[in-house]
């Protein structure tokens, strides 16, 4: 057999990593450059009509169901594929970055699935989009263990039999890879991140009983759905493996695509193994699509809407509804917080709170829920255990009492919560203290004992950019302006300062996470993703 031509990608202004010829190989560099050949110009007509549709959204301040698909829906006789037996089972999943600490502990948690993230737990550096890939090939070689050099703790895999399933999520549509270029033109994020992880592991996890298993972020609509779907039959047939082994679970996170769920499925039904929803991104897709609709948009602080509010409620109970009328899971949202090793009281009082969502999730009728940290899996697992028993879903459950209007999942003005000065201080703080650590290449952060990610800091800065722009008064009196969140920003800032000291403080990234904060907070041009002017700011 002769050598694989080189590719026609240019690696462009990165630094040589270790074992990167193992992952950039000239076979799966070609790959990914066909897909970026086949399918950007598809992706960028899409990018186009979000703008297209965001510029009706304004206009009308509304959204239906789409007349055009009604047929789809109508039609009770379809259904996605039959799930494999390595995702039938999916009560808790874990999530988190491919860093190698990371890949053994959640692997190892105990946790019937794991989304092994490169999209919002993970800052897009060279070093972590590459040796992420490089980790996950090698945990399916069990070439993979792992010291701390502070503890001195060793980490390692145990018996094939009791690791979770890996679900690997890619970036969204909107990112580019800036490393990677096709004549002078960066490569999607999406494709990169794709691309190389099923080159290298689709036929491997075959052979280990499972299969390239994906999860799709971001998504906008069931026409981005149909673009995977020819992603997913060109890569099958590229490699030399069956059509249908491919499966993509899509995070209904955005409210344009919660108003086509089943079409979303309908397009991926080869391949459709599940809807998850969420809860962040799903808001800060709401502050953007609505920001300009008026007091009726304005959402209040966001630990003030919870899944039990009531537009909240439609969404998720739609979710389950769809995906049981069409044999695909229903999987919930995320159990964000992170035990504390000082506070027992804390502790407590938050798994309380944990157990108390998972119940309503397996109550509801979801098939499996999410968890940021291996201390939550076994809450979460006595939740499902308790409806599920033996059965491995509830798929059975079609929840046809569920009735949700297209008015129904835009109600926010149904919460009686108002955003308060303290949650504009939250948004301020949390959100610096996360863009501070992504720009030092971290996307899964632990602040104030939540594990957040990027939609963290979405939902956070966008809020302060509709309370301003809205006009919020305060329950303290004070207005929002932007020079009441500069002064707040300033503080804040100072407080971090005196917290870890000027050392620390000047070999961080403080004033310049607090200046972009600002910048997409207050800038009268709503920025559509937090993360692109971040990535130009983000080295490595």
């Not at 799709?216 to 026409?223: F, G, I, R, V, Y």
């Not at 957040?452 to 329950?475: H, L, M, P, Y």
Request: net charge negative; with cysteine; hydrophobic share 45%.
């Amino acid at each position: 057999m002769s050598a694989p031509a080189p590719s026609p990608l240019a690696i462009v202004d990165a630094e040589p990593l270790p074992r990167q010829e193992e992952v950039l190989t000239d076979a799966a560099l070609a790959f990914v450059a066909e897909l970026h050949r086949l399918f950007t110009p598809r992706r960028d007509e899409l990018l186009t009509r979000r703008a297209e549709r965001r510029a009706e959204i304004a206009r009308t301040s509304t959204l239906d169901f789409l007349p055009e698909t009604a047929r789809i829906r109508e039609d009770d006789s379809w259904r996605v594929a039959p799930a494999p037996a390595a995702l039938n089972d999916r009560r808790v999943e874990i999530t988190g970055p491919t860093d190698r600490k990371m890949t053994i502990n959640a692997l190892n948690s105990g946790a019937k699935v794991w989304l092994a993230d490169f999209e919002d737990a993970s800052a897009p550096t060279w070093e972590n989009v590459v040796l992420g890939q490089l980790n996950l090939m090698d945990a399916y070689e069990r070439n993979i263990d792992f010291t701390d050099p502070k503890s001195g703790k060793s980490y390692a895999l145990k018996d094939a039999g009791e690791l979770a399933t890996v679900v690997m999520r890619p970036r969204g549509w909107h990112l580019e890879e800036r490393h990677l270029k096709f004549d002078g033109r960066p490569v999607p994020g999406a494709l990169v991140d794709f691309g190389l992880y099923f080159f290298h592991n689709a036929k491997r996890l075959i052979e280990l009983g499972k299969g390239p298993y994906f999860y799709l972020p971001k998504t906008e609509s069931h026409l981005e759905a149909r673009l995977w779907n020819d992603i997913f039959v060109f890569a099958q047939d590229y490699v030399g493996i069956p059509q249908g082994t491919v499966r993509a679970t899509v995070l209904i996170e955005t409210i344009t695509a919660a108003y086509e769920m089943e079409e979303i499925l309908y397009e991926l039904r080869d391949h459709a193994s599940g809807l998850n929803a969420g809860r962040w991104d799903y808001l800060f897709s709401i502050v953007k699509n609505f920001r300009d609709g008026g007091a009726k948009f304005v959402l209040p602080d966001r630990n003030a809407v919870t899944m039990t509010a009531p537009f909240m409620r439609a969404y998720t109970e739609l979710l389950v509804r769809t995906c049981h009328k069409r044999g695909a899971h229903a999987i919930g949202g995320m159990a964000a917080f992170i035990p504390s090793r000082r506070d027992a009281e804390v502790n407590k009082v938050a798994f309380e709170k944990v157990k108390n969502d998972k119940d309503r999730e397996a109550g509801d009728g979801f098939d499996g829920s999410w968890v940021a940290h291996p201390d939550l899996v076994p809450i979460a697992m006595e939740s499902f255990d308790k409806v599920l028993g033996e059965k491995p879903n509830q798929k059975d459950r079609l929840r046809e009492d569920v009735d949700v209007k297209a008015a129904d999942l835009i109600a926010i003005d149904s919460l009686e919560a108002k955003p308060t000065y303290d949650g504009l201080r939250n948004a301020v703080q949390v959100g610096t203290r996360y863009i501070e650590a992504w720009l030092r290449g971290l996307g899964a952060v632990a602040i104030f004992n939540l594990m957040e990610d990027a939609a963290t800091a979405e939902i956070s800065r966008s809020q302060i950019w509709q309370w301003i722009n809205a006009g919020v008064v305060f329950e303290n009196g004070e207005t929002a302006t932007a020079d009441l969140v500069r002064k707040v920003a300033a503080e804040e800032l100072a407080k971090i300062r005196e917290e870890i000291g000027e050392e620390a403080f000047q070999a961080g990234n403080w004033q310049q996470a607090h200046d972009l904060l600002l910048q997409v907070s207050l800038d009268a041009d709503y920025a559509d993703f937090l993360t692109l002017p971040a990535y130009e700011q983000l080295v490595g």
